[in-house]
């Protein structure tokens, strides 16, 4: 147990310190963590909306503060270029990342093209039950894009790693509001980047 917690810890600081300088971004993470947690609640009554609060909200500002606001230039404060970082990731970086939206953006227009998904699912008769066949296949493309990268983890690293990893991914939403709940208001205050010697 203490070497999971251990492990569990080491994953979350070297997530928060390489991915995570830019003000914007972590506001962003933010207003994710909070639409995840309202996606976990809708778990529990409706599947498929939780799906869409979660990829159309959750992920979608997660995700653009990593693409368009993080800085991808040589970290000075770890002493790290971009590259290096994106080597050593244990999660998704941003090559990933950029496979697994488009694999989101790709669903709803194949299911426009074929409504019931090559026989998976009832098709929609209306706006709504469009959408919501959308969310129940961003729900299975987030179990599979979480089970396919433990899978790796346990492959590449071992079970430690990918066991903490998926435990880290879950509970990330609690863990960026303890974070980042100040990230607005140094924003407000004309703070860009976390801490003034990450401009380096």
């Given at each position: 147990?203490?070497?999971?917690?251990?492990?569990?810890?080491?994953?979350?600081?070297?997530?928060?310190?390489?991915?995570?300088?830019?003000?914007?971004?972590?506001?962003?993470?933010?207003?994710?963590?909070?639409?995840?947690?309202?996606?976990?609640?809708?778990?529990?009554?409706?599947?498929?909306?939780?799906?869409?609060?979660?990829?159309?909200?959750?992920?979608?500002?997660?995700?653009?503060?990593?693409?368009?606001?993080?800085?991808?230039?040589?970290?000075?404060?770890?002493?790290?270029?971009?590259?290096?970082?994106?080597?050593?990731?244990?999660?998704?970086n941003l090559r990933r990342k950029t496979?697994?939206?488009?694999?989101?953006?790709?669903?709803?227009?194949?299911?426009?093209?074929?409504?019931?998904?090559?026989?998976?699912?009832?098709?929609?008769?209306?706006?709504?039950?469009?959408?919501?066949?959308?969310?129940?296949?961003?729900?299975w493309l987030a179990i599979g894009g979480?089970?396919?990268?433990?899978?790796?983890?346990?492959w590449t690293h071992n079970a430690l790693?990918?066991?903490?990893?998926?435990?880290?991914?879950?509970?990330?939403?609690?863990?960026?509001?303890?974070?980042?709940?100040?990230?607005?208001?140094?924003?407000?205050?004309?703070?860009?980047?976390?801490?003034?010697?990450?401009?380096?």
């Amino acid at each position: 147990m203490n070497a999971f917690l251990h492990t569990l810890r080491t994953q979350r600081w070297d997530d928060h310190r390489y991915y995570h300088h830019s003000r914007i971004n972590q506001t962003l993470h933010l207003i994710s963590a909070i639409s995840f947690l309202v996606a976990y609640v809708w778990l529990w009554i409706d599947p498929a909306v939780a799906a869409l609060i979660g990829w159309g909200i959750s992920m979608v500002t997660r995700q653009s503060g990593h693409f368009f606001f993080e800085p991808k230039g040589y970290d000075h404060v770890n002493q790290a270029t971009h590259e290096y970082k994106e080597a050593i990731k244990v999660g998704y970086n941003l090559r990933r990342k950029t496979v697994l939206m488009a694999l989101w953006a790709a669903i709803p227009v194949l299911l426009w093209w074929d409504p019931d998904f090559f026989g998976w699912l009832q098709p929609h008769s209306d706006n709504w039950g469009f959408w919501r066949n959308v969310g129940w296949l961003w729900l299975w493309l987030a179990i599979g894009g979480l089970l396919f990268r433990v899978v790796q983890l346990w492959w590449t690293h071992n079970a430690l790693t990918a066991l903490a990893w998926a435990t880290k991914i879950l509970t990330d939403p609690f863990h960026d509001i303890k974070l980042y709940h100040r990230a607005p208001l140094h924003l407000w205050r004309g703070q860009r980047l976390d801490g003034e010697q990450r401009a380096g």
